[in-house]
């Protein structure tokens, strides 16, 4: 049973951050779509924009990879015989990035969404609308930190 709810953490660290960043990428995607039908040429000014609340779906899968690997999934023999509250941990240790990587994606998209309607009106801002995106990355990585530290000091 520990095993089991060891695997749930992992799933609730991939899936709920990959849901994030997919609607933070819609979110970001419609604003860059309906600006790029008015002037095609500022694609590459907008990528980076689009691209930004991807990450914490690769944040979330990390931690998702790192549980397999403490509990020998990958690159080893796995240990079905953890405990009920050490496979709790596991899904606790999961928390920070699967809710951090949530929210922050979903809000990140809307900010970039803002720097593309900026950009769109004007193309020399595009660092300042990176550096406000990026401004919602760094909650992000505090979650994926957390996670990290959490699941590094679970004893197997």
Not at 34 to 46: A, R, V
């Amino acid at each position: 049973m520990g095993f089991t709810l060891a695997i749930v953490g992992a799933a609730i660290a991939a899936i709920l951050s990959g849901i994030g960043s997919a609607i933070g990428i819609m979110i970001a995607g419609r604003a860059a779509a309906g600006s790029l039908s008015e002037d095609p040429t500022k694609f590459g000014k907008f990528l980076p924009l689009v691209a930004l609340p991807g990450t914490q779906g690769i944040y979330g899968f990390i931690i998702g990879f790192l549980i397999f690997l403490k509990l020998g999934i990958i690159g080893g023999t796995p240990n079905e015989t953890i405990s009920v509250s050490r496979g709790l941990q596991y899904i606790f240790a999961a928390m920070p990035i699967a809710f951090a990587g949530l929210f922050s994606a979903i809000y990140q998209g809307k900010v970039c969404a803002s720097g593309i309607n900026l950009v769109s009106k004007q193309p020399t801002e595009t660092g300042k609308a990176l550096t406000m995106g990026g401004l919602v990355e760094f909650y992000a990585i505090l979650g994926l930190l957390i996670s990290i530290f959490f699941v590094l000091f679970i004893t197997p």
